[in-house]
């Protein structure tokens, strides 16, 4: 299997992190977001979406990281044990956090991210007010959805049970890309913090690993 | 099983049609989105996002159409048969093209019907030209990405093989609501009209049922 990935964009550290705290053997590729490289014509022949993450099984082409992690459920079966509940009904709560994060935090931290942070620096300009202040409201809108809905149950140490999933995950990256901005998303929030502990806590070393570039881009290399 | 839709909201329409075709067995009770009934505080019982569509079976809430989805497959047995691929590698088409539909033809048809037809409807104000030709511009780059690569293959009929499954329904869900304004889109797209017209035939009554307030809003039923 062959993954291609960058290490900026949040589901491609996802699936970097479930791969690899799964032992799933995969060869990596980073393709880089900001050189475009993903819309070279060559690339076609990789993904015919031209979309990161992707993977490539022998010329199978699948992108989209919640497909690949159900991909990866069928086809290895430590991820299924680890990191996928069994119980349907859990794992029906595991899908609706990935359903639910597209429209809210993933929607709302990349976005601020991009228009607090990333806009600003490659343009070399002042960010946009407003457009910063509608994402910021999408995203601290879904931080206390998270804190105050999904982490609701006391006996719940993740977002659905009290063992972690590919949810939990989704969620860190997202959590990372909002920290480069310098925004502290835990400020109020303890259960989120907490979570995210323990998600590192059972992901590292590879967790620091597929940050790295995030806490060098925020100079906020966090303190444990 | 208690489901709550309402009719103007496509994944909606898509859980009913899978919940009808498959002859599963459930209690429907119709919330009016356009009167905010589904943000009614008794609403939270029903549903802790007050998201809609959303079930609710003796007690244990679930909302996100694709979550939904996915529980059905692993609680009803003919569901799986006629809508789920069993190959891994199909099924995870099915989830790529589920993943996809949001940030493509659900995000720019949606947005391009509220934007064209509901808002001045409901404010009796012209359209805003601006938001218009940006969703516009989503909506039909997503339909030529389904004719030109998601139905590149010609020994598919369907999205992900020559099967129909939950992608197709979604699909055509997401069709009914830009044809409300008016827009053909299948103009130029014989690929989508035969795909279109399969799923109406294989899916009817039911198919017509569902769309009966979108045909009725449109003024555009259409000719078989």
Chains 1, 2 share one sequence.
């Not at 699936?15 to 050189?35: A, H, T």
């Not at 069994?86 to 809210?104: S, T």
């Not at 709302?108 to 409201?137: C, D, H, R």
């Not at 998303?185 to 590192?200: A, D, Q, S, T, Y």
Request: charged share 25%.
């Amino acid at each position: 299997m062959k993954y291609y990935f960058d290490w900026i964009c949040p589901p491609s550290r996802a699936i970097y992190l479930l791969l690899k705290v799964n032992n799933v053997p995969f060869e990596g590729f980073v393709v880089s977001l900001k050189r475009s490289e993903h819309l070279e014509e060559s690339f076609k022949s990789v993904n015919r979406f031209q979309r990161l993450p992707c993977i490539n099984v022998d010329g199978y082409q699948l992108a989209e990281s919640v497909a690949i992690y159900k991909y990866l459920c069928k086809t290895f079966l430590p991820v299924i044990e680890n990191y996928n509940p069994q119980l349907p009904k859990e794992k029906a709560l595991v899908d609706e956090y990935l359903e639910w994060q597209a429209n809210n935090i993933r929607l709302g931290g990349a976005m601020y991210f991009k228009t607090q942070w990333m806009f600003p620096k490659l343009l070399k300009s002042e960010a946009n007010i407003e457009e910063v202040s509608t994402f910021k409201y999408v995203m601290e809108n879904s931080l206390d959805t998270i804190e105050d809905v999904w982490l609701a149950d006391p006996n719940k140490t993740f977002l659905v049970s009290d063992k972690i999933s590919f949810a939990d995950i989704m969620a860190c990256v997202d959590l990372e890309q909002i920290r480069i901005t310098g925004y502290n998303p835990f400020e109020n929030r303890p259960k989120l913090e907490k979570m995210w502990k323990n998600v590192k806590a059972l992901t590292n070393p590879f967790y620091d690993e597929a940050h790295e570039v995030c806490y060098k881009m925020g100079l906020n290399k966090p303190k444990l």
